[in-house]
């Protein structure tokens, strides 16, 4: 693919006026205050969690309901990325206790604050074949990515490379 831009109009960079971006301003202070509000209550939640009151009681206390999600396999797109991972970072928890923690959603700032309540240890012996041969290639597609990346910077140190910009 072959793009060509020619530029008809150029606008040397300059501080535009405080009345003309003042709405922008207002904005951005309400947002970043927002933000550690949300912040600041996830904390709060994480810390009740802590102390041992139970989570159905803390989402009420905020005016939230509490979702059960019973399984959640690792790397589930939903509710968001961002909170499976939180889910399956925090620590398993002891018998008869939990494990809180909280995530900021990227899509729109806020957060997800959990508790794991169980960690069930996968079974390799109850994979089927196409399973086992499934996570075999993806081991193996990791593994040969690893090195190609290790055998380049390998190469990059040991060899001199000159890059014939004008050539690219």
């Given at each position: 693919?072959?793009?060509m831009?020619?530029v008809t109009?150029?606008?040397?960079a300059r501080?535009?006026p405080?009345?003309?971006?003042r709405?922008?301003?207002?904005a951005?202070i309400?947002?970043?205050r927002?933000?550690k509000?949300?912040?600041?209550?996830?904390?709060?939640m994480v810390?009740?969690l802590?102390?041992?009151?139970?989570?159905a009681?803390?989402?009420a206390?905020?005016?939230l309901?509490a979702?059960?999600?019973?399984?959640?396999?690792?790397?589930a797109?939903m509710?968001a990325r961002?909170a499976?991972?939180?889910?399956?970072?925090?620590?398993?928890?002891?018998?008869?206790k939990?494990?809180?923690?909280?995530?900021?959603l990227q899509q729109?700032?806020?957060?997800?604050?959990?508790?794991?309540?169980?960690?069930t240890a996968?079974?390799?012996?109850?994979?089927?074949p196409?399973?086992?041969?499934?996570?075999?290639?993806?081991?193996?597609?990791?593994?040969?990515?690893?090195?190609?990346r290790?055998?380049i910077a390998?190469?990059?140190?040991?060899?001199?490379?000159?890059?014939?910009e004008?050539?690219?």
């Amino acid at each position: 693919h072959v793009v060509m831009l020619r530029v008809t109009n150029h606008t040397p960079a300059r501080e535009l006026p405080v009345a003309q971006v003042r709405e922008r301003i207002v904005a951005e202070i309400r947002g970043e205050r927002t933000r550690k509000a949300a912040e600041a209550a996830a904390d709060a939640m994480v810390a009740k969690l802590n102390a041992g009151t139970p989570i159905a009681q803390v989402a009420a206390e905020h005016g939230l309901v509490a979702i059960d999600l019973p399984i959640v396999p690792r790397g589930a797109p939903m509710p968001a990325r961002e909170a499976t991972q939180a889910y399956f970072s925090v620590p398993a928890p002891a018998a008869g206790k939990v494990s809180p923690g909280k995530a900021r959603l990227q899509q729109d700032g806020s957060y997800v604050v959990f508790v794991v309540t169980k960690v069930t240890a996968g079974d390799p012996s109850r994979a089927t074949p196409a399973e086992r041969e499934t996570l075999q290639r993806q081991l193996a597609q990791a593994s040969g990515t690893d090195d190609a990346r290790a055998f380049i910077a390998t190469m990059r140190r040991a060899m001199k490379i000159d890059v014939a910009e004008d050539r690219l």
